[in-house]
């Protein structure tokens, strides 16, 4: 395929995804600096740039609450988030839930003004994008015919980067300054992209990484559990290695007693919409917590057992999904791309503390599956409607929240990606 050919057989619809990526992104620069105010309850300041100060400063006791601690509320790091950042509303309750390395990650952005901090961040995020994009075109290269010169693939790899910023939750992403794409999209990509290489050590250490962002993992045991029932263990060595070193070495910078206010304070994250102080609905991105929502926030608490039985539903069907995959015989690339795509795009549907901006992720399956070329066109166009259910929930989001029912997302999400799969491993299959 030429350089002309490549996704689109035309120019214009590329021309106008670069120019509304452009356009996004502008957006995102002329906030960052033109109305910081404005942007200072976003993740990165509330979040990682004070943890990254705290790093810096030697203080990462008081990045998590004290274990046995119920609420984030009042807690050293929320305290210190209102005093360094007084712009942050009042009801703004400051948490941070990620290791201790990550808010080393961000010392030296602290050093910056945190509007400028937040842009460096969002240029950094912008560039591992665009190379997760990258290890995508490559991933699905044959499927579409494309060359393996360098400057094709590039562009390739150019046309999904102008597509992905039409998936909204990619935009969110950017927006927010948030962690979905170093620590979920790209190492899940990368890791991808190695076992398409047989690198399957590798990959599994590429893999662990997304243990920072504990919510993922699901996936990447899915695609684990799909590499071992076809007798391929080293993805599973190379990531009990990588997790293994991401703790050692949590344990061996900040000390024990941190490393267990960290896990402790996971447990806290259960009330994010059941307690007092609260996330607000709208941010619910995943099932069981659209389905727990649904109650008043003093009932919630007796619907948790409802969301726990939906996540194990959820998950339990997953797995049968990855088992049946594993017993049909499929070229070795067909494979793969299934697996991953039934891995990862039913996350939603059971992964218990995905938010909307968490749907970042969901660019890899759908990418794989719109790219790889020999899609069935019902399939292309269920991709498409849940993508664009997706950003119409995204939209809501940022225009008018009181209408944002996110039920009305992950319900009929739940459904989209359950027949995307079916009719996937249906087709394939046929054609195999």
Same mark, same amino acid.
């Given at each position: 395929?030429?350089?002309?050919?490549?996704?689109?057989?035309?120019?214009?619809?590329?021309?106008? !995804? *670069?120019?509304?990526? %452009? #356009?996004? =992104?502008?957006?995102?620069?002329? &906030? @960052? /600096?033109?109305?910081?105010?404005?942007? $200072?309850?976003?993740?990165?300041?509330?979040?990682?740039?004070?943890?990254?100060?705290?790093?810096?400063?030697?203080?990462?006791?008081?990045?998590?609450?004290?274990?046995?601690?119920?609420?984030?509320?009042?807690?050293?790091?929320?305290?210190?988030?209102?005093?360094?950042?007084?712009?942050?509303?009042?009801?703004?309750?400051?948490?941070?839930?990620?290791?201790?390395?990550?808010?080393?990650?961000?010392?030296?952005?602290?050093?910056?003004?945190?509007?400028?901090?937040?842009?460096?961040?969002? !240029? *950094?995020?912008?560039? %591992? #994008?665009? =190379?997760?994009?990258?290890?995508? &075109? @490559? /991933?699905?290269?044959?499927?579409?015919? $494309?060359?393996?010169?360098?400057?094709?693939?590039?562009?390739?790899?150019?046309?999904?980067?102008?597509?992905?910023?039409?998936?909204?939750?990619?935009?969110?992403?950017?927006?927010?300054?948030?962690?979905?794409?170093?620590?979920?999209?790209?190492?899940?990509?990368?890791?991808?992209?190695?076992?398409?290489?047989?690198?399957?050590?590798?990959?599994?250490?590429?893999?662990?990484?997304?243990?920072?962002?504990?919510?993922?993992?699901?996936?990447?045991?899915?695609?684990?559990?799909?590499?071992?029932?076809?007798?391929?263990?080293?993805?599973?060595?190379?990531?009990?290695?990588?997790?293994?070193?991401?703790?050692?070495?949590?344990?061996?910078?900040?000390?024990?007693?941190?490393?267990?206010?960290?896990?402790?304070?996971?447990?806290?994250?259960?009330?994010?919409?059941?307690?007092?102080?609260?996330?607000?609905?709208?941010?619910?991105?995943?099932?069981?917590?659209?389905?727990?929502?649904?109650?008043?926030?003093?009932?919630?608490?007796?619907?948790?057992?409802?969301?726990?039985?939906?996540?194990?539903?959820?998950?339990?069907?997953?797995?049968?999904?990855?088992?049946?995959?594993?017993?049909?015989?499929?070229?070795?690339?067909?494979?793969?791309?299934?697996?991953?795509?039934?891995?990862?795009?039913?996350?939603?549907?059971?992964?218990?503390?995905?938010?909307?901006?968490?749907?970042?992720?969901?660019?890899?399956?759908?990418?794989?599956?719109?790219?790889?070329?020999?899609?069935?066109?019902?399939?292309?166009?269920?991709?498409?409607?849940?993508?664009?259910?997706?950003?119409?929930?995204?939209?809501?989001?940022?225009?008018?929240?009181?209408?944002?029912?996110?039920?009305?997302?992950?319900?009929?999400?739940?459904?989209?990606?359950?027949?995307?799969?079916?009719?996937?491993?249906?087709?394939?299959?046929?054609?195999?």
């Amino acid at each position: 395929m030429t350089a002309d050919g490549i996704f689109w057989t035309r120019r214009t619809p590329q021309l106008a !995804a *670069f120019l509304w990526m %452009l #356009l996004l =992104l502008t957006l995102i620069v002329g &906030a @960052d /600096l033109k109305a910081p105010q404005a942007l $200072v309850g976003n993740d990165y300041h509330t979040a990682f740039y004070v943890a990254g100060w705290m790093a810096a400063h030697g203080q990462l006791a008081e990045l998590y609450p004290q274990a046995g601690a119920t609420t984030f509320h009042g807690a050293p790091f929320d305290l210190t988030v209102h005093k360094m950042l007084p712009g942050v509303d009042s009801h703004v309750v400051g948490q941070f839930m990620y290791s201790p390395l990550v808010a080393y990650l961000f010392a030296p952005l602290s050093t910056f003004a945190p509007a400028i901090g937040q842009l460096i961040w969002q !240029a *950094f995020n912008f560039l %591992l #994008l665009a =190379l997760s994009c990258y290890f995508i &075109a @490559d /991933l699905t290269k044959s499927g579409r015919n $494309v060359k393996k010169d360098f400057s094709v693939l590039a562009l390739f790899a150019l046309t999904i980067l102008s597509a992905s910023f039409f998936f909204l939750p990619i935009f969110n992403t950017l927006w927010l300054g948030q962690m979905d794409i170093a620590l979920g999209l790209l190492p899940m990509a990368a890791g991808a992209w190695l076992l398409s290489r047989n690198k399957d050590l590798a990959s599994g250490l590429v893999f662990s990484i997304v243990s920072l962002k504990p919510q993922f993992l699901p996936a990447v045991a899915l695609i684990c559990l799909g590499l071992l029932l076809h007798k391929r263990w080293q993805m599973l060595v190379g990531l009990v290695l990588g997790v293994a070193a991401i703790v050692g070495l949590s344990y061996a910078t900040a000390g024990a007693t941190i490393v267990h206010n960290w896990f402790s304070s996971l447990k806290i994250s259960e009330g994010m919409f059941t307690g007092e102080f609260r996330n607000p609905d709208y941010l619910a991105g995943c099932l069981p917590l659209s389905i727990l929502i649904t109650a008043s926030p003093a009932d919630r608490l007796n619907l948790k057992p409802v969301a726990y039985l939906v996540t194990a539903i959820g998950l339990f069907a997953n797995i049968a999904m990855v088992v049946w995959l594993s017993r049909r015989k499929f070229e070795p690339e067909i494979w793969l791309r299934l697996l991953i795509v039934v891995s990862v795009l039913p996350i939603f549907v059971y992964s218990p503390r995905l938010l909307t901006y968490d749907w970042s992720l969901l660019l890899l399956p759908i990418s794989v599956s719109l790219y790889a070329g020999k899609s069935d066109r019902l399939v292309t166009g269920l991709l498409l409607a849940l993508a664009l259910l997706v950003d119409i929930e995204v939209v809501l989001q940022f225009t008018a929240t009181t209408y944002v029912c996110p039920l009305l997302l992950t319900g009929p999400g739940t459904l989209l990606a359950v027949a995307i799969v079916v009719m996937s491993l249906d087709f394939k299959s046929s054609k195999s």
